[in-house]
């Protein structure tokens, strides 16, 4: 079983969309796949149930979501944290919900994360999260758990990196992104330093955190408009910028920090996806870019309503054209979890 966190502190880069369609794409190469919502927000889980099945479960007072199934952790209750019962979206694919009551979580974490040996049941804080998560994996059999987290620097955000096994970045072509590269060069490497001493503090924890590093799996740019096929110019140069911080910036940092595979095999990895592609179909400026997907027009509004992947949307009399969108979309997507289920081969 592998974790990825999907994390970015700027908000609105598609952290979401990623998650959820990367969860169908991975479900698609027959893997079992569970979302975990952290975000108190709760976008995740409003993408995956719909607002009116959501609000059923709330109104059923239904106990399965990530802040009822943390609190006997974080109430120290005297019984150990039992794995979800999970809403199960589709064959092999299911979510751990959100709540957002979620966030009242924050200040007992943020403590307990800033004391070298916590005291009491506050050292088990640290480690919960991944305990639940890891224990609820097993009750279904699942290849990948992918959690989507809020945008912010937070306690909360910390540990579930800490606790993945591994992290993508989703950006958007802003300046804002950026600059937000320049900033997760700076913490990434800090959380990691901190996750190292945090490891043999709570060595004697009931809920440990994981030995192991996070590593990079890459980057992707979302929500940008077409022209002949590319990004239009405006795009395309925030595009190049953030490849350029990436591979200067941002893969030194992290590999500093022992928090990267190494540069050969982001570079074999985009090889063999270009290979799938014909030459004009992709053409990214870096080998840490693991996916370029345009925005997705009306197609978003259907794909939120409906609770469904993009790629998998049923559109009336469809268009010559809105099959090709369709299509390439399909086709991105399966791209990206074959080359996740690459970089996490680690045979």
Same mark, same amino acid.
């Given at each position: 079983?592998?974790?990825?966190?999907v994390?970015?502190?700027?908000? %609105? /880069?598609?952290?979401?969309?990623?998650?959820?369609?990367l %969860?169908f794409?991975? /479900?698609?190469?027959?893997?079992k796949v569970?979302?975990?919502?952290t975000?108190?927000?709760?976008?995740?889980?409003?993408?995956?149930?719909?607002?009116?099945?959501?609000?059923?479960?709330?109104?059923?007072?239904?106990?399965?979501?990530?802040?009822?199934?943390?609190?006997?952790?974080?109430?120290?209750?005297?019984k150990?944290?039992?794995?979800?019962?999970c809403?199960?979206?589709s064959d092999?694919?299911f979510?751990?919900?959100?709540?957002?009551?979620?966030?009242e979580?924050?200040?007992?974490?943020?403590?307990?994360?800033?004391? *070298?040996?916590?005291?009491?049941?506050?050292?088990?804080l640290?480690?919960?999260?991944?305990?639940l998560?890891e *224990?609820?994996?097993?009750k279904?059999?699942?290849?990948?758990?992918?959690?989507?987290?809020n945008?912010?620097?937070s306690?909360?955000?910390e540990? /579930?990196?800490?606790? $993945?096994?591994?992290?993508m970045?989703?950006?958007?072509?802003?300046?804002? $992104?950026?600059?937000?590269?320049?900033?997760?060069?700076?913490?990434?490497p800090?959380w990691?330093k901190?996750?190292?001493?945090?490891?043999?503090a709570?060595?004697?924890?009931?809920?440990?955190?994981?030995?192991?590093?996070?590593?990079?799996?890459?980057?992707?740019?979302?929500?940008?408009?077409? *022209?002949? %096929?590319?990004?239009?110019?405006?795009?395309?140069s925030?595009i190049?910028?953030?490849?350029?911080? /990436?591979? $200067?910036?941002?893969f030194?940092?992290l590999?500093?920090?022992g928090m990267?595979f190494?540069?050969?095999?982001?570079?074999?990895?985009?090889?063999?996806?270009?290979?799938?592609f014909?030459?004009?179909?992709?053409?990214?400026?870096d080998?840490?870019?693991?996916a370029?997907?345009?925005?997705?027009?009306?197609?978003?509004?259907i794909?939120n309503?409906?609770?469904?992947?993009?790629f998998?949307?049923?559109?009336?009399?469809?268009?010559?054209?809105q099959?090709?969108?369709?299509?390439?979309?399909?086709?991105?997507?399966?791209?990206m979890?074959?080359r996740?289920?690459?970089?996490?081969d680690?045979?």
């Amino acid at each position: 079983m592998k974790k990825i966190a999907v994390f970015n502190h700027k908000g %609105g /880069v598609s952290k979401t969309t990623t998650s959820f369609n990367l %969860g169908f794409g991975l /479900v698609r190469k027959g893997k079992k796949v569970l979302l975990v919502d952290t975000d108190s927000q709760c976008n995740l889980t409003l993408y995956s149930m719909g607002f009116e099945k959501y609000t059923k479960y709330c109104e059923d007072k239904n106990k399965n979501n990530i802040y009822d199934c943390l609190v006997p952790a974080y109430k120290s209750q005297p019984k150990l944290i039992e794995p979800a019962d999970c809403y199960e979206l589709s064959d092999g694919l299911f979510l751990l919900p959100g709540n957002l009551d979620f966030t009242e979580n924050e200040v007992q974490l943020g403590i307990a994360m800033q004391l *070298s040996s916590a005291l009491g049941s506050m050292e088990n804080l640290p480690g919960a999260l991944n305990y639940l998560v890891e *224990s609820t994996a097993e009750k279904y059999n699942i290849d990948y758990v992918i959690f989507d987290m809020n945008p912010s620097l937070s306690a909360i955000n910390e540990d /579930v990196l800490i606790s $993945s096994d591994y992290f993508m970045v989703p950006m958007s072509p802003d300046y804002f $992104s950026i600059m937000a590269v320049n900033s997760l060069s700076r913490v990434l490497p800090l959380w990691e330093k901190w996750a190292k001493s945090a490891r043999t503090a709570f060595s004697n924890a009931t809920y440990k955190l994981p030995n192991k590093t996070p590593i990079f799996l890459g980057y992707t740019v979302n929500d940008f408009n077409l *022209s002949h %096929g590319a990004p239009q110019k405006s795009f395309k140069s925030f595009i190049e910028r953030i490849s350029e911080n /990436v591979a $200067s910036t941002l893969f030194p940092k992290l590999e500093e920090a022992g928090m990267t595979f190494s540069k050969e095999k982001y570079e074999n990895s985009y090889s063999n996806m270009v290979k799938k592609f014909h030459a004009n179909d992709i053409n990214y400026s870096d080998p840490f870019c693991i996916a370029q997907i345009s925005n997705f027009n009306k197609l978003i509004a259907i794909s939120n309503e409906t609770s469904t992947p993009i790629f998998d949307i049923k559109l009336n009399n469809p268009t010559s054209g809105q099959l090709r969108t369709l299509g390439w979309f399909k086709k991105l997507y399966g791209a990206m979890a074959e080359r996740i289920i690459e970089l996490t081969d680690e045979e």
